[in-house]
């Protein structure tokens, strides 16, 4: 239907069943690290390592976040989401004298660098009137001293009853928070000789901290308090997920690593891993992997670490934000069905791998779902392998190859969001057949991409009422088949839409849903 507005523009909706799956969607990865500012607990979307600095500060030793933003960037990386966390970091401290009190704003976004100023000023209020007041609050970045965000507030009261209270007014606010005690009067003018076209912005009393290094804990979170890796619930594609090592020379713990690969697997997404630093020898890291039970086809992990040329010390690093960088460039350029050895995709010039591994050893590195990055070729980095951490046998192939797991996965996210439309229609029989239709068209459309060995494509639909618990649930079936390049028989896939979530069944196909794990 199309709506006539203001100014001659013409608004045209398009009913959600009529747009097409897109065969070919912009992967999306998310980091969870520590970093100098920025929101808590928030899922940013930054699309180059600027826009990273500029919202999360610049590299900082104590955190292995921005190299690994860096690597993204630098290694074909687009979309990007960054959830901050911090452990007992505190954000900047502003008093502004209020006869006697004071009004005590503490800076919304903990940081050492975090800087915020306020200016108070009454201009627009009677002359007598002591309760009101204005104020004026300002980011300012610490280093060019320039404006970043800016928020002014007119007419706001100290009396707590007051409809325009100054705590309550600025619950709002996306730089600070009013501290307790309230002030018992309104605050002083900063304004010299309440000038109104003067300005004078005081700035913190007590700047803010950083916190300590990061636990396991800091990173995951917890689902009920959206934090963590939990803080990306919100975010509707996440396709690759990294959780950078929490500090220098400390390694992820396996309880974080075991939780990110079931938050991975609940929301259809790879887990990338590091080996744990320190674990230079094949047999070490095959026992590392078997001790702490990492055997997932949601998990994917590159041996060894690489050293950087330009470091004297060449003290290895962990690339794990190169390889998601990598595999969002394989995914724009040529699908998530290849793979990465397949078109000469390797790490930076600078990085060279820190141990070497010979043929024997990356064998049995490939046995326990290790890929290995070996020297290539004008002194580049080749990134060989394409396994996930499932550690199965040649009949386990949707689960063991990283290309048919990433596959799957593209395609059961794809027909997840762009069928949630159906649970609210009508059923009926056209109803089926609409779904069916949108359905065949995507897998099609990935046919004529390469991405299946045969154009032998089947689609069912089915839609009707579930009774479950006593009540109606619509539900939507969608039964597809399709025979990826690395497998030698079809996948099956029995997918359930419905008001109380989506399910995936398969005998061939490892659950990507908590529902179905």
């Known amino acids: ?97 209020a006869s006697g ?39 300012v970045d610490p280093v060019s001293g320039l404006v970043i965000d800016q928020e002014m507030y007119r007419k706001l009261s100290y009396l707590k009853e007051a409809d325009s209270f100054v705590a309550d007014a600025l619950l709002t606010s996306s730089l600070v928070r009013v501290e307790k005690p309230y002030p018992s009067h309104r605050p002083e003018s900063t304004v010299p000789g309440n000038d109104r ?44 997920l990294y959780l950078p090592p929490p500090g220098k020379g400390v390694d992820l713990g396996p309880a974080a690593v075991l939780a990110a690969e079931r938050y991975c697997r609940s929301r259809g997404a790879m887990l990338i891993v590091d080996p744990r630093a320190g674990l230079d020898r094949p047999e070490a890291i095959v026992r590392e992997v078997r001790d702490q039970g990492y055997a997932s086809p949601n998990m994917v992990s590159y041996f060894p670490r690489m050293a950087c040329r330009k470091d004297s010390d060449l003290q290895p690093r962990a690339v794990g934000g190169a390889i998601a960088g990598l595999l969002c460039k394989l995914d724009r350029n040529y699908g998530p069905w290849q793979h990465l050895d397949q078109h000469g995709l390797g790490l930076s010039r600078e990085f060279v791998p820190a141990v070497s591994v010979d043929e024997e050893d990356a064998r049995t590195l490939s046995r326990e779902g290790i890929n290995v990055i070996l020297p290539g070729e004008a002194g580049r980095p080749r990134v060989t392998g394409s396994t996930t951490m499932a550690r199965g046998s040649e009949m386990q192939r949707p689960l063991t190859s990283l290309a048919v797991r990433r596959l799957c996965l593209s395609i059961v996210n794809s027909i997840e969001q762009a069928t949630r439309w159906a649970v609210f229609e009508p059923v009926d029989e056209g109803l089926a057949q609409r779904i069916q239709s949108q359905v065949s068209a995507y897998l099609y459309a990935l046919a004529n991409m390469g991405a299946f060995a045969t154009d032998d494509i ?60």
Not at 103 to 109: C, F, S, Y
Not at 212 to 239: C, K, M, W
Not at 463 to 487: E, T, V, Y
Not at 495 to 504: A, I, M, P, T, Y
């Open 101 to 139: 009190s004071a009004l005590v704003l503490r800076a919304l976004e903990p940081g050492s660098t975090e800087c915020v100023r306020a200016a108070v000023d009454y201009d627009g209020i009677e002359p007598g009137n002591d309760e009101l007041f204005n104020l004026t609050l300002q980011r």
């Open 1 to 97: 239907m199309s709506d006539a507005v203001d100014r001659g523009i013409t608004v045209t909706e398009i009913a959600a069943m009529d747009q097409p799956i897109d065969a070919a969607p912009e992967s999306t990865a998310a980091f969870v690290g520590r970093a100098l500012r920025g929101p808590l607990n928030s899922p940013v979307l930054v699309r180059t390592f600027g826009e990273f600095r500029r919202r999360f500060g610049d590299v900082w030793s104590r955190s292995s976040l921005g190299p690994a933003v860096r690597q993204f960037f630098q290694h074909g990386g687009k979309n990007l989401y960054i959830v901050r966390v911090a452990n007992d970091a505190r954000g900047g401290m502003i008093c502004l004298p």
């Open 458 to 517: 089947d689609v069912q639909c089915d839609a009707g009422l579930c009774r479950k618990s006593g009540g109606n649930n619509q539900g939507i079936s969608i039964m597809i088949s399709f025979q990826p390049h690395d497998c030698s028989n079809p996948i099956s896939l029995s997918l359930h839409q419905s008001v109380e979530g989506f399910r995936v069944a398969s005998t061939a196909f490892a659950p990507v849903n908590s529902d179905c794990a």
């Open 197 to 240: 076209y003067g300005s004078a912005y005081v700035g913190h009393a007590q700047d803010g901290t950083d916190g300590h290094e990061l636990s396991d804990y800091d990173l995951v979170g917890s689902r009920r308090n959206h934090t963590g890796i939990f803080a990306l619930d919100p975010v509707e594609q996440l396709d690759i």
